[in-house]
Protein backbone atom coordinates (compact mmCIF):
# COMPACT_ATOMS: atom_id res chain seq x y z
CA UNK A 1 0.00 0.00 0.00
CA UNK A 2 1.50 3.60 -1.16
CA UNK A 3 1.33 6.47 0.93
CA UNK A 4 1.85 10.40 -0.62
CA UNK A 5 -0.60 12.01 1.93
CA UNK A 6 2.73 13.32 3.71
CA UNK A 7 5.13 14.13 1.36
CA UNK A 8 6.54 10.90 0.51
CA UNK A 9 5.28 7.68 -1.36
CA UNK A 10 6.56 4.46 -0.10
CA UNK A 11 5.32 0.96 1.04
CA UNK A 12 4.92 0.77 4.64
CA UNK A 13 4.69 -3.24 4.77
CA UNK A 14 7.97 -2.86 2.80
CA UNK A 15 9.42 -0.72 5.38
CA UNK A 16 7.90 -2.87 8.32
CA UNK A 17 9.69 -5.95 7.05
CA UNK A 18 12.77 -4.24 6.21
CA UNK A 19 12.96 -2.68 9.88
CA UNK A 20 11.83 -6.85 11.27
CA UNK A 21 14.87 -7.95 9.63
CA UNK A 22 17.02 -5.21 11.07
CA UNK A 23 16.16 -6.56 14.63
CA UNK A 24 15.90 -10.08 14.41
CA UNK A 25 19.44 -10.53 16.53
CA UNK A 26 17.15 -12.12 18.89
CA UNK A 27 17.26 -15.23 16.93
CA UNK A 28 20.99 -15.14 17.96
CA UNK A 29 20.76 -14.86 21.70
CA UNK A 30 20.94 -17.89 23.88
CA UNK A 31 17.47 -17.42 25.60
CA UNK A 32 17.91 -20.28 28.06
CA UNK A 33 20.77 -18.71 29.53
CA UNK A 34 19.42 -14.84 29.77
CA UNK A 35 19.54 -13.42 33.15
CA UNK A 36 18.39 -10.74 34.83
CA UNK A 37 18.95 -9.88 38.49
CA UNK A 38 16.28 -7.74 39.85
CA UNK A 39 13.34 -8.93 37.79
CA UNK A 40 10.19 -9.82 40.01
CA UNK A 41 9.40 -12.76 37.97
CA UNK A 42 12.02 -15.41 37.43
CA UNK A 43 12.93 -15.87 34.46
CA UNK A 44 10.58 -13.32 32.36
CA UNK A 45 13.37 -11.31 30.82
CA UNK A 46 14.15 -13.60 28.20
CA UNK A 47 10.67 -12.72 27.26
CA UNK A 48 11.48 -9.28 26.16
CA UNK A 49 13.37 -9.62 23.34
CA UNK A 50 11.02 -11.20 20.95
CA UNK A 51 10.32 -10.62 16.91
CA UNK A 52 9.40 -7.62 15.41
CA UNK A 53 5.95 -7.85 14.47
CA UNK A 54 5.24 -8.75 18.38
CA UNK A 55 7.50 -5.50 19.85
CA UNK A 56 4.26 -4.05 20.52
CA UNK A 57 2.59 -7.40 22.27
CA UNK A 58 2.24 -6.57 26.47
CA UNK A 59 1.22 -9.82 27.95
CA UNK A 60 5.04 -11.09 28.10
CA UNK A 61 7.45 -8.57 29.98
CA UNK A 62 10.34 -8.01 32.80
CA UNK A 63 9.47 -5.96 35.91
CA UNK A 64 12.14 -5.11 38.82
CA UNK A 65 11.43 -6.03 42.21
CA UNK A 66 13.37 -4.10 45.00
CA UNK A 67 14.09 -0.43 42.90
CA UNK A 68 14.05 0.45 39.41
CA UNK A 69 17.28 -0.81 38.32
CA UNK A 70 17.25 -4.16 36.07
CA UNK A 71 20.31 -5.81 34.96
CA UNK A 72 20.23 -8.10 32.00
CA UNK A 73 22.91 -10.63 30.62
CA UNK A 74 22.31 -11.24 27.36
CA UNK A 75 24.54 -14.38 26.37
CA UNK A 76 24.58 -14.73 22.24
CA UNK A 77 25.14 -17.96 20.66
CA UNK A 78 28.14 -16.36 18.41
CA UNK A 79 30.02 -13.00 17.67
CA UNK A 80 27.47 -9.98 18.04
CA UNK A 81 28.64 -6.37 16.88
CA UNK A 82 26.01 -4.69 18.38
CA UNK A 83 24.70 -1.68 15.87
CA UNK A 84 21.63 -0.55 18.01
CA UNK A 85 18.45 -1.37 20.05
CA UNK A 86 15.21 -0.52 21.20
CA UNK A 87 13.21 -0.54 24.46
CA UNK A 88 9.55 -0.71 24.92
CA UNK A 89 9.22 0.47 28.57
CA UNK A 90 6.03 0.64 30.51
CA UNK A 91 3.90 3.00 30.96
CA UNK A 92 4.72 6.60 31.53
CA UNK A 93 7.14 6.42 34.67
CA UNK A 94 7.32 3.36 34.51
CA UNK A 95 9.67 3.36 31.21
CA UNK A 96 13.25 3.27 31.42
CA UNK A 97 15.25 6.50 30.76
CA UNK A 98 18.97 4.93 30.79
CA UNK A 99 20.89 1.88 29.49
CA UNK A 100 24.46 1.17 30.20
CA UNK A 101 26.30 -1.31 27.78
CA UNK A 102 28.77 -3.27 29.70
CA UNK A 103 30.14 -5.90 27.34
CA UNK A 104 31.51 -9.00 27.69
CA UNK A 105 31.66 -9.14 31.34
CA UNK A 106 30.43 -11.99 32.81
CA UNK A 107 29.15 -12.42 35.94
CA UNK A 108 28.22 -8.81 36.43
CA UNK A 109 26.58 -7.99 40.11
CA UNK A 110 25.15 -4.28 40.88
CA UNK A 111 28.38 -4.13 42.94
CA UNK A 112 30.09 -3.95 39.43
CA UNK A 113 28.11 -1.14 37.76
CA UNK A 114 30.00 1.34 39.27
CA UNK A 115 32.80 0.42 36.87
CA UNK A 116 32.71 2.96 33.71
CA UNK A 117 30.26 1.24 31.15
CA UNK A 118 31.77 0.81 27.48
CA UNK A 119 28.47 2.97 26.38
CA UNK A 120 25.71 4.78 28.51
CA UNK A 121 22.26 5.58 26.34
CA UNK A 122 19.30 8.25 27.44
CA UNK A 123 16.28 6.88 26.43
CA UNK A 124 12.91 8.65 25.48
CA UNK A 125 9.55 7.51 26.47
CA UNK A 126 8.63 5.32 23.08
CA UNK A 127 5.55 3.06 23.43
CA UNK A 128 5.86 2.34 19.73
CA UNK A 129 9.04 0.86 19.41
CA UNK A 130 10.41 3.82 16.73
CA UNK A 131 13.22 5.25 18.99
CA UNK A 132 16.59 3.33 19.02
CA UNK A 133 19.08 3.62 21.66
CA UNK A 134 18.44 3.20 25.84
CA UNK A 135 17.35 2.24 29.43
CA UNK A 136 17.34 3.32 33.08
CA UNK A 137 13.91 4.62 34.97
CA UNK A 138 11.55 7.85 34.48
CA UNK A 139 10.75 7.63 38.13
CA UNK A 140 8.61 5.18 39.37
CA UNK A 141 9.50 2.92 41.97
CA UNK A 142 9.49 0.23 39.50
CA UNK A 143 11.27 -0.35 35.70
CA UNK A 144 8.62 -2.73 33.23
CA UNK A 145 9.90 -3.69 29.97
CA UNK A 146 7.48 -5.05 26.91
CA UNK A 147 10.34 -5.64 24.28
CA UNK A 148 13.95 -5.24 23.56
CA UNK A 149 15.04 -5.24 20.13
CA UNK A 150 18.85 -5.60 18.76
CA UNK A 151 20.26 -4.63 15.64
CA UNK A 152 24.10 -5.59 14.28
CA UNK A 153 25.85 -8.46 12.42
CA UNK A 154 26.28 -12.23 13.95
CA UNK A 155 28.63 -14.48 12.66
CA UNK A 156 29.19 -18.10 14.00
CA UNK A 157 31.92 -18.81 16.71
CA UNK A 158 34.69 -20.86 15.58
CA UNK A 159 35.77 -22.87 18.52
CA UNK A 160 38.78 -24.38 18.67
CA UNK A 161 37.61 -27.61 20.43
CA UNK A 162 40.10 -30.40 21.85
CA UNK A 163 41.84 -32.58 18.95
CA UNK A 164 42.36 -36.10 20.18
CA UNK A 165 45.77 -37.14 18.43
CA UNK A 166 47.08 -40.54 18.96
CA UNK A 167 51.00 -40.30 18.46
CA UNK A 168 53.00 -44.09 18.23
CA UNK A 169 56.18 -44.74 20.43
CA UNK A 170 57.50 -46.92 17.07
CA UNK A 171 55.98 -46.70 14.11
CA UNK A 172 54.10 -49.22 11.86
CA UNK A 173 56.00 -48.92 8.46
CA UNK A 174 52.60 -50.68 6.91
CA UNK A 175 50.62 -47.47 8.43
CA UNK A 176 52.50 -44.87 6.65
CA UNK A 177 52.79 -45.10 2.72
CA UNK A 178 55.49 -44.14 0.88
CA UNK A 179 54.53 -43.58 -2.33
CA UNK A 180 58.68 -43.26 -3.57
CA UNK A 181 59.30 -46.50 -1.52
CA UNK A 182 56.58 -48.16 -3.21
CA UNK A 183 57.96 -46.79 -6.82
CA UNK A 184 61.45 -48.43 -5.97
CA UNK A 185 59.70 -52.10 -4.12
CA UNK A 186 62.33 -51.38 -0.89
CA UNK A 187 60.62 -51.61 1.88
CA UNK A 188 62.14 -50.62 5.75
CA UNK A 189 62.49 -53.75 7.99
Keep these: MSCSGHGHAH ?59 LLFRIPFTGDVKLKGFIVIGGEGERHPSEVRLYKNRLGMTFDDTAATPDQVFQLYEDRSGSLEYATRNFGADSTKIYYIGLRGEYSQSHRHEVTVCNYEARANPADHKNPVLDSVGHGIS
Aim: hydrophobic share 30%.
Design 11 to 69: DHEHEAAERGAEYSLYTKIDTVHVDCLNEAEDNSAAGVFKPWDRRLDTDQFVESDVDEE
